[in-house]
């Protein structure tokens, strides 16, 4: 690990840490490109399933046509499915960091999300899975092509994986595409870089992805993004509900319909992910924010990896667990806040047949808010008494055209409010 303020020297020349990461990485594309690979993902049809004493390499084709079916029913994608879907995984990439695998997918076992997300593509663009899909009610139009990609949440690069496979109209849509993310990756850059104390005062956009570039290559940076940090709160229903709505990058938002799930059997599945792995990361945050020494690990500039599965105090402590005080810093601890659109009775099931629902929401360590579909109204879980209807005051939010017109010049947590031309005039 370099130390902060060490300067590489190259042929006779000081560079700047920045300049030392591009420089390699310049050189490294060069002369050592990336090599294409393919994606195997199928098994041979036995009808014995794969054990932990028999493992089986890849997926047959039920086993296939069962996860595709599976998450498109859970995101809600089951009818009328664009020409070009995008499954877009996350990690984080970035130099002089032994925490990186906390930057990246809490879902993926604290790995990169890309990997994952180019497998399912791969799977749901064959034909023959696409027809046992169907047999399973979710018919996937002739013209749609899926495609895998992964976001780097560090300096917000964009991956798409398997461009040469393309049809030639899911390759322009992507084209087009490519220019919105462009855009919107400036503007995230442009958000994040509010709350870095060594980013540039209010950037332009380009300035501000400029700078999310260069300290991700930095080797000097203790800080190349403060990952979930903030985290609060979890959505889940339609996206109407926050629709509009600054939410200061603090929320996690999960589509779900509840008008296509009068059972609740797809929210079901939601909760199962949702309430684990965001109360997992959500109190990763809490126990190292409030007491950072003993359930963190203190400060990272002196951290060595060992035995590439934990860090340690220079040459010799014992292994440090939990966030570094880099990564939260700026957190507020507080316990992971789902509001759920669903009636209180579809809830209230869910809850009581599933043991690890209970413990996260009975034990008080998620707390649960259900909107009603119909009525719009609120009502709070308590444990004792179940379901309980909010009856707080309802406050008017402000109205800004843009997001940047809000957040300019704060560099502390900051309220929702309602964004755009649509918005003016409402409360």
């Not at 002369?31 to 390499?57: G, H, I, Q, S, Y």
Request: hydrophobic letters at 40%; glycine letters at 10%; proline letters at 8%.
């Amino acid at each position: 690990m370099l130390a902060p303020g060490v300067l590489p020297i190259l042929a006779g020349k000081i560079f700047a840490p920045r300049w030392q990461g591009q420089l390699a990485e310049a050189v490294g594309a060069r002369w050592v490109p990336d090599a294409p690979t393919r994606v195997t993902v199928m098994a041979a049809n036995e009808d014995a399933p794969a054990t932990p004493e028999r493992p089986l390499l890849g997926f047959t084709d039920a086993e296939q046509a069962d996860r595709v079916a599976a998450l498109l029913r859970n995101i809600g994608l089951t009818a009328q499915l664009a020409p070009l879907v995008v499954l877009m995984g996350h990690g984080s990439m970035s130099q002089n960091n032994p925490h990186l695998g906390a930057y990246d997918c809490g879902a993926c076992g604290g790995r990169h999300g890309g990997p994952n997300a180019r497998a399912f593509a791969a799977m749901a663009n064959r034909p023959a899975i696409r027809a046992l899909v169907a047999e399973r009610g979710i018919p996937i139009p002739a013209d749609t092509w899926f495609v895998g990609a992964e976001h780097n949440t560090c300096d917000e690069q964009i991956t798409f994986y398997d461009r040469i496979d393309l049809p030639a109209a899911a390759e322009q849509a992507l084209a087009e595409l490519q220019r919105d993310l462009d855009r919107a990756r400036a503007l995230s850059a442009h958000e994040r870089c509010r709350r870095f104390a060594s980013a540039p005062r209010d950037p332009t956009p380009a300035q501000a992805l400029r700078h999310v570039v260069e300290r991700s290559k930095d080797f000097s940076q203790a800080r190349p993004e403060l990952g979930h940090a903030t985290n609060a709160a979890a959505l889940v229903g339609r996206r109407s509900m926050s629709q509009g709505v600054f939410l200061d990058r603090r929320v996690f938002l999960v589509s779900y319909d509840p008008t296509r799930d009068p059972s609740g059997t797809v929210l079901e599945g939601i909760l199962l992910a949702v309430g684990p792995v965001g109360a997992g990361i959500n109190l990763e945050y809490y126990f190292s924010t409030v007491n950072n020494e003993r359930l963190g690990c203190g400060t990272k500039t002196p951290h060595n990896v060992t035995g590439l599965f934990a860090v340690m105090e220079g040459a010799g402590s014992d292994l440090r667990t939990g966030l570094p005080c880099q990564m939260t810093e700026i957190h507020e601890p507080l316990r992971l806040q789902i509001v759920v659109e669903v009636r209180t009775e579809v809830l209230a099931t869910i809850y009581g047949r599933q043991p690890s629902l209970r413990e996260l929401i009975g034990n008080g360590w998620v707390q649960v808010i259900a909107k009603d579909p119909d009525t719009g109204e609120f009502s709070i879980f308590d444990p004792a008494r179940g379901f309980v209807p909010w009856t707080g005051p309802v406050r008017p939010l402000p109205v800004r055209t843009r997001s940047g017109d809000w957040y300019r010049g704060h560099t502390d947590p900051l309220p929702p409010a309602l964004i755009g031309e649509a918005n003016k005039g409402e409360s």
